[in-house]
């Protein structure tokens, strides 16, 4: 083997990295050839010259830390694309963000969109309308009064003064009053029955959605 | 072998460190920047010992540590990280190597931030003084192929084991002893050719 190739193998020894057994072999080939045991002393102290010069060249390396910028950079992607105001206004914007929520979700839980209120408050006219016919005589009056063959002038239509009702979603009754679930929109004649002491007795109240009411 | 008795040597713990992994996966930034505080000395040391350029050592060690936070879901949980690091900033390494190769007015700045060096006026002798023999190594160095540059830092410098360098260049044993014994001899004639005595 020419020396060339001894040098590849001298070139490892130097630093513990030839192979065990070819080590045996290489010691032999430096005993008997000055040369490559020059070569081989070269690269010891030149592997010690480098390793010493280099640790302290590397140790007087001013590097600093890489943290600082390692986490910035992580924390500048992890940042939103738009992100929320700071202070006081990120509490405005949550609620704000918040109120949103609530509404969309009572409109999706009613299933429709309110695109103009559908509740709106309206009065009717202060002063009822009389019965077009005259009230039934008592019959106290019957027997008393002499039948009469004029038929009497309607009297006066009766004024009550009283605060505009108001109505309110689908023509309920006036607020205050409490009405069950089932009566909120009527749509069909509501009948309301009134029992009195006389069991025989018994009124009822029909009213229609229109406001219009009868007594039976 | 040789990276744990580094690693003991600056006090970081093995298991620590995959309990800094595990936690830096589940989303723990404060764990993530204790991995990189245990780390980044020895990678800006192996990265600089490469280019022998400081900024170019921080880029890289940045760079070994943003792309370790995008694998660390790819990371097993168990496993330490330096042997990836390693191969990732010896690969970042080669590249800016053969990158400033291609532009040869990126000069080596490897006397950039040195200190002086204090060493016994017999061995600098030998070299010359401490800034001529500075900069004879780095251009030795430089004289080499980045794999056979990769080779001697870690192998010679770094302390790293035959299978640690082996892992961190991503090639075979047998080719890591081509590189160090083709980078070792090719190192002599740099130096002898650059005027200095090996």
């Known amino acids: 083997m020419s020396c060339s190739r001894w040098h590849r193998l001298i070139a490892l020894e130097v630093g513990g990295d030839l192979e065990s057994r070819h080590s045996r072999r290489l010691e032999d080939h430096i005993e008997g050839c000055a040369a490559c045991r020059d070569l081989a002393d070269e690269l010891r102290s030149q592997r010690r010259d480098l390793m010493r010069l280099d640790r302290e060249t590397a140790d007087g390396v001013t590097l600093g830390s890489v943290r600082h910028a390692v986490m910035a950079d992580l924390a500048e992607r992890r940042r939103p694309l738009f992100p929320l105001p700071v202070g006081g206004m990120r509490l405005v914007v949550a609620g704000a963000a918040m109120v949103i929520l609530v509404v969309a979700a009572v409109v999706l839980r009613q299933g429709r969109v309110p695109t103009q209120p559908r509740v709106a408050e309206r009065s009717i006219p202060t002063s009822v309308p009389a019965p077009t016919t005259a009230p039934a005589p008592s019959p106290s009056n019957t027997e008393i009064a002499e039948p009469s063959l004029e038929v009497p002038p309607p009297a006066p239509l009766e004024t009550v003064d009283r605060p505009p009702l108001q109505l309110a979603r ?26 009195t002491d006389d069991p025989e007795v018994v009124i009822y109240w029909i009213v229609d959605p229109k406001g219009e009411k009868e007594n039976a | 072998m040789a990276l744990i008795l580094d690693m003991l040597a600056t006090d970081v713990d093995i298991s620590d460190t995959k309990s800094l992994v595990a936690r830096a996966r589940a989303g723990d930034a404060a764990a993530f920047g204790e991995l990189v505080a245990e780390h980044e000395k020895t990678l800006l040391r192996t990265a600089w010992r490469l280019v022998r350029n400081v900024e170019d050592a921080r880029d890289i060690a940045q760079e070994a540590f943003l792309r370790l936070h995008r694998h660390l879901s790819a990371l097993e949980p168990d496993r330490d990280p330096a042997p990836w690091l390693y191969r990732v900033t010896v690969n970042l390494g080669l590249s800016a190597l053969r990158s400033r190769r291609r532009r040869p007015e990126a000069a080596l700045e490897g006397t950039r ?86």
């Open chain 2, 113 to 198: 931030g040195v200190a002086e060096i204090s060493a016994g006026r017999p061995e600098q002798e030998r070299l010359g003084d401490a800034a001529d023999a500075r900069r004879l190594l780095a251009s030795a160095l430089d004289r080499l192929s980045g794999k056979e540059r990769a080779a001697i830092v870690l192998r010679d410098l770094e302390g790293l084991e035959m299978d640690e360098v082996a892992r961190a260049l991503g090639c075979r044993r047998g080719t890591v002893r081509a590189h160090l014994s083709r980078g070792r001899l090719k190192l002599r004639g740099a130096i002898e050719s650059l005027g200095g005595t090996p």
């Open chain 1, 170 to 195: 689908g023509d309920l009754p006036a607020r205050g009053h409490e009405m069950p679930p089932s009566l909120s929109a009527p749509t069909e004649p509501m009948t309301i029955k009134i029992l």
